[in-house]
Nanobody
């Protein structure tokens, strides 16, 4: 099992930036892919970004954040980041980091991930 701890959330004005971090610990990490999801108030969880953990870097984003958000990794630190720029009020949500053991590419479905962090609140004011 992998333990995940998110940090970096907070309150920011529209147009601003935040960087979220997800620190992983536990089992050997080399086979995992990582994802970021969010849950806006009163809405269902939605996919934000994913990255493979080893080898050539591959990433995936939905249209809603593509070009504004960037997922990255630091294998030496066992940490995944989510750089969020040009934030909008509709980006307000609890953001969760997730880890996936299985192969099959970068997955956008939350149920396909095996481990989750506790979440960090991001609030974007207008």
């Amino acid at each position: 099992q992998v333990q995940l701890v998110e940090s970096g959330g907070g309150l920011v004005q529209a147009g601003g930036s935040l960087r979220l971090s997800c620190a992983a610990s536990g089992r050997t990490f080399s086979a995992y892919s990582m994802g970021w999801f969010r849950q806006p108030p009163g809405k269902e969880r939605e996919f934000v970004a994913a990255i493979n953990w080893s080898g050539y870097i591959s990433t995936r984003y939905p249209d809603s954040v593509n070009g504004r958000f960037t997922i990255s990794r630091d294998i030496a630190k066992n940490t995944v980041y989510l750089q969020m720029n040009s934030l909008k009020p509709e980006d307000t949500a609890v953001y969760y980091c997730a880890a996936r053991r299985r192969g099959g590419g970068l997955v956008a479905v939350g149920d396909e991930y095996d481990s989750w962090g506790q979440g960090t609140q991001v609030t974007v004011s207008s």
